[in-house]
């Protein structure tokens, strides 16, 4: 285990910004603090580093408890969003901050700086100035001077959110392909749910200094633990459901419920791809107009109402939405192939205990 957190709490003053946190990072791994502002993770991050100290609870790395560590012992590298590059530095320099400060030897500093910049792709760029570099490569650069003393663990705090779209798609390839390559135990933080999926190996969902949810890309997205991350990972139809003889309904939607007494609020939920729909009115079991589509690529979001003025989005391919023959304002049918009862926010408990399940739907498989 290379990190771990055993209910972990920050507060400052009276307002509490980190609950009874505790997760662990596995050696080598690249993880994801991934929430809305607020929600507690940056302050998760600088606990790790030992910027903060925490109010309650223990940080280990590599088995070792760390609460009184400094920071200059731990052994981490630390890279913030604003880059925090020395503007009268050039690039070596910058590099090799580190190096000088911890007294490496002259000739293994240079090799290190010169390893890094082929390795970071700046080569032929050392003798230039932040201000003369795009923002890619100030960002690269700074990462390179974390990496250069070897850390054990590397640190980033929202590392992509200063430059523009184009660059941090290509910085995002460039980082996943970075830690294949030196395996160095990685948590960034993101507030941004596609940045996230994409690049960690694991995810940590935080909501007003809660754990919501740990788990794969796929687990915190076909698995929310609660409505919060439900709705902030993804797009989902949420509906609110009351239970009678058996079934939960909302207007004209029906979903089985039969363990559930009558009167029972329920959260349904729900994935855009979970919606199938045809245009024989016969085929699915309800019906809905096509008010709304939007292009977005490979993929299509559709927009259904109701009869009874309920509005659901579903999700297809331009293939799909070609051989069905679709058009705005067009009657079609449609069935809901999977969905999950969705739990409030966890409150710091562990997601396990507040996922609830319905039995098979009515009509199709469930999740």
Do not use: C
């Not at 913030?80 to 007294?103: E, P, R, T």
């Not at 570099?133 to 054990?152: E, N, T, Y």
């Not at 993804?234 to 939607?253: F, H, I, S, Y």
Request: proline content about 4%; cysteine-free.
């Amino acid at each position: 285990m290379s990190i771990e957190l055993k209910n972990v709490s920050k507060k400052f003053g009276e307002v509490a910004v980190v609950n009874n946190v505790s997760f662990s990072v596995n050696e080598g791994e690249l993880m994801a603090l991934l929430g809305p502002s607020g929600g507690g993770k940056t302050t998760v991050l600088r606990i790790i580093a030992g910027l903060e100290v925490p109010t309650g609870g223990d940080i280990f790395i590599r088995g070792r408890r760390v609460n009184d560590v400094s920071v200059q012992q731990r052994n981490i590298g630390f890279v913030f969003q604003s880059y925090a590059l020395f503007k009268s530095m050039n690039v070596f320099q910058n590099i090799a901050f580190g190096l000088k400060i911890k007294k490496w030897r002259r000739a293994e500093a240079r090799n290190r700086v010169m390893e890094l910049l082929k390795l970071f792709g700046l080569d032929g760029l050392e003798k230039r100035f932040p201000h003369q570099l795009s923002g890619g490569q100030r960002q690269r650069v700074a990462i390179a001077r974390a990496l250069a003393p070897k850390p054990s663990v590397l640190l980033l705090d929202e590392p992509f959110g200063a430059v523009d779209a184009k660059i941090r798609h290509e910085l995002r390839e460039w980082l996943v392909t970075l830690h294949q390559d030196l395996n160095v135990t990685t948590i960034f933080v993101t507030h941004d749910q596609e940045e996230a999926m994409e690049i960690a190996n694991r995810i940590v969902i935080f909501s007003r200094g809660n754990l919501e949810q740990l788990g794969t890309p796929r687990e915190v997205y076909e698995q929310p633990a609660n409505e919060f991350v439900a709705r902030f990972v993804g797009v989902m139809n949420v509906l609110d459901t009351e239970v009678k003889d058996g079934v939960a309904r909302l207007g004209e939607l029906q979903f089985a419920a039969a363990d559930q007494p009558d009167g029972t609020r329920l959260r349904i939920g729900f994935r855009q791809y979970g919606v199938r729909i045809s245009t024989d009115v016969r085929l699915f079991p309800y019906r809905a107009v096509l008010r709304r589509t939007f292009f977005l690529g490979i993929l299509l979001r559709l927009e259904l109402e109701l009869p009874s003025g309920l509005v659901l989005r579903s999700r297809i391919t331009k293939e799909e939405y070609a051989a069905l023959g679709l058009a705005d304002g067009g009657e079609v049918s449609f069935q809901i192939r999977n969905y999950r009862v969705l739990a409030r926010e966890t409150a710091g408990l562990p997601p396990e205990q507040e996922v609830r399940h319905l039995p098979p739907p009515m009509m199709g498989e469930h999740i």
